[in-house]
Structures are given as C-alpha cells and as structure tokens.
C-alpha cells in the first residue's frame, strides 16, 4: 500500500532505539524526512546510520530531551515544522507508591504528559495550516490495563490520553489527526530494563520473568518493533486521515477487553 508520505517531514522523539527507531525506520522506509530526537548522542548517530544504510534515506540527529524547554527547543531548530510528530519516552522502572517523591511525580509528568502536550501545542496550528498533520503519542497498555508498580507510568500516560481525547477532535476536519499507540510486551531494551528491575524487587530471575511474561500472552511471544513501526507509520499516512483521538492497543491480544 503507498501510504501517501513520501517527502513528508518527520520529527521522532526517542526515536535512537527501541519503538521510537521502529517508527523512525519504517517512516523513512516509506520516503519521509525523518529526524530523530534523543538524550544520547551515540546512540542517535547508531540509530541514523542503521536507517540510512537500510533506506538510503538521511536522518537527521539532535541530542535533546523532551522533558525540558531546551530540549524542545533544540528539537524544533532541526524540524521546525513537521508533518508528522512522533511523542515517545521512557517509562520509570516498577515501584512502590510509597517510595515516590513529588519530584518523582512531576519527573514523570513531565517526560509523560506534560512534554508531548508542549510539543502538539508547538506545532499543530502549523499543520493545519498546511492542511496535513500526524500526531502520535507512544504510550502504553498500562492506560487500560493498570499495573500497581507501573504507577507513575499509569497516571501520566493516563493525564495525556485524556488530553488528547479532548483535543483531537478539533483539528480533523483540517486532516490533522492526534492518536496513541498503546504498546504490550516487546521485544526492546526498555522491556528488559523493566524485567531487570522486576528481577531486582523480588528476587527472581531474570529469564524466569521474561519467559513467563512471553508464555502469559495470547500471542505466546513479544512484539517485534517492526511490527509496531509499521502500525504507526499506518497512522501517520495520508489513508488513516478518518481516525482520531483513539487509543489503539498492540499487545498480541493481552488485554482482555472487547473495547
């Protein structure tokens, strides 16, 4: 399928590893811009030469962290106005509530919600001036299915969802669409910082942990960021323009929901 983004510009926040490369390499793959966003800058150099080398398409890198007004701002200098804008960033690792600060909560409100929400509210009115926009919030399943130890994931991922539920509805008419993909278990190094720090609270082995999260999926297995690269570069192409403001599920059927 063309999905109708060729030349289109791209910013990806994250987009150094894990999902955030998935979506960055499968939207250059279909001939966008891409740029890609992240606090490391050996890893972002990784990550650009991987695409280049499996596109022929040329990245281009700022090491920038979206919590932050800096950050942001470094971002927009190397994309100032994109068409398609990729939020995503790192979830604490599990916790008890009990052990969580205010600046805890604010730390993840910031890199959660209160960052994407900046960067949509930088750059949508352009879109719809241009008449073309894709926003997509890289959250988590955890906005439906509530983990106790995911806490601050849950309530921020949560605060944007509902943010976004109020907003997208006001810029599709002008073919500008703002949705979240809401990933299960794959196979990435944030999952296995997750199980390493589930190791670590109770004791168990690592590999124990991770193949019985696998074995707990309908799927029997983890995503594959590819997979979830090409769902999300779906969502940003000119064919998606009719779905808004949902919360779209890519967990291999965990959750147990019919809704």
Known sequence: ME????????????????????????????????????????TLTAAADEILAATGQAVGTVSADLTTAAGREAALALCPEPDILINNADGPVPGDFRHWSREDWIAALDA?????????????????????????????????????????????????????AGLARAFVSRNVTINNLLPGIFDTDGQRRHVQAL?????????????????????????????????????????????????????????????
Request: hydrophobic share 45%; net charge positive.
């Open 112 to 164: 959660m919600m209160l960052g994407p929400i900046e960067m949509i509210r930088r750059t949508v009115d352009g879109m719809a001036e241009r008449g073309f926009g894709r926003v997509i919030n890289i959250s988590s399943r955890s906005v439906k299915i509530a983990q106790a130890e995911l806490g601050l994931s849950n309530g921020a991922r949560a605060g944007l969802v509902g943010f976004v």
């Open 199 to 259: 190791a670590d609270r109770t004791g168990r082995a690592f590999e124990e942990i991770w193949r019985e999260r696998a074995e707990a999926s309908p799927a029997r297995r983890y995503g594959r960021p590819e997979e979830f690269g090409a769902c999300c570069a779906f969502l940003c192409s000119a064919r998606a323009a009719y779905i808004t403001g949902q919360n779209l599920l890519i967990d291999g059927g965990s959750s147990p929901g019919a809704f």
């Open 3 to 42: 999905l109708g983004i060729a030349g289109r510009t791209a910013l990806v926040w994250g987009g150094s590893r894990g999902l955030g490369k998935a979506a960055a390499l499968q939207l250059a793959r279909e001939g966008a811009r891409v740029h890609i966003a992240a606090r490391n800058a050996q």
